[in-house]
T-cell receptor, first 114, second 113 residues
């Protein structure tokens, strides 16, 4: 158990809909990262937040947005969902920025868009 | 463009045997190299992290090596166990930002009894 929690574990929804994925980092960790992992792709970095502020952006679509709240939990919002958005979404946390700090991954949310 | 290539894509070995997984990278400027183990449907778990000055690092039966000159790394698994069946992902960091991490697609390892 990494100490990072993600909810829900599974999510099935229809195209065009909007969903919110939630992540609680390890106690004391200030950085939260979001990743997407599709069936035939490696992990793709989406976005990082550090202590409530956006720190780095990867290949995140405009339909996707995220935020980190004062209690350090984070939410990833996916809107106008398409079939291709079906994937595993992982959240990771680290004490500060990535640097040499270990990233601890949550168990993931499996999103299925039908 | 920064890239991380892993080989083989998949590997099947018998329980108790050793194996070596390869990672070649073209990432600049190099900061660190990480190996993760990912069980099917679960989040990756870190095995090792190495910087430029380190050329070997062990974590139990897992030993990672790094040759920064040739930009190659390997992960050696000794006396494999059924629980080693997983995907092994090589990740190379450039600079200090999260957007500087380049992920390989992983090697899918199956240990057969």
């Amino acid at each position: 158990d990494s100490g990072v929690t993600q909810t829900p574990k599974h999510l099935i929804t229809a195209t065009g809909q909007r969903v919110t994925l939630r992540c609680s980092p390890r106690s004391g960790d200030l950085s939260v990262y979001w990743y997407q992992q599709s069936l035939d792709q490696g992990l793709q970095f989406l976005i990082q937040y550090y202590n409530g502020e956006e720190r780095a952006k990867g290949n995140i679509l405009e339909r996707f947005s995220a935020q980190q709240f004062p209690d350090l939990h984070s939410e990833l919002n996916l809107s106008s969902l398409e079939l291709g958005d079906s994937a595993l979404y992982f959240c990771a946390s680290s004490p500060r920025g990535p640097g040499m700090y270990e990233q601890y991954f949550g168990p993931g949310t499996r999103l299925t868009v039908t | 463009k920064n890239q991380v290539e892993q080989s083989p894509q998949s590997l099947i070995i018998l329980e108790g045997k050793n194996c070596t997984l390869q990672c070649n990278y073209t990432v600049s400027p190099f900061s660190n190299l990480r190996w993760y183990k990912q069980d099917t449907g679960r989040g990756p778990v870190s095995l090792t992290i190495m910087t430029f000055s380190e050329n070997t690092k062990s974590n139990g039966r897992y030993t990672a090596t790094l040759d920064a000159d040739t930009k190659q790394s390997s992960l050696h698994i000794t006396a494999s166990q059924l629980s080693d069946s997983a995907s092994y992902i090589c990740v190379v960091g450039a600079g200090g930002g999260a957007d500087g991490l380049t992920f390989g697609k992983g090697t899918h390892l199956i240990i057969q009894p």
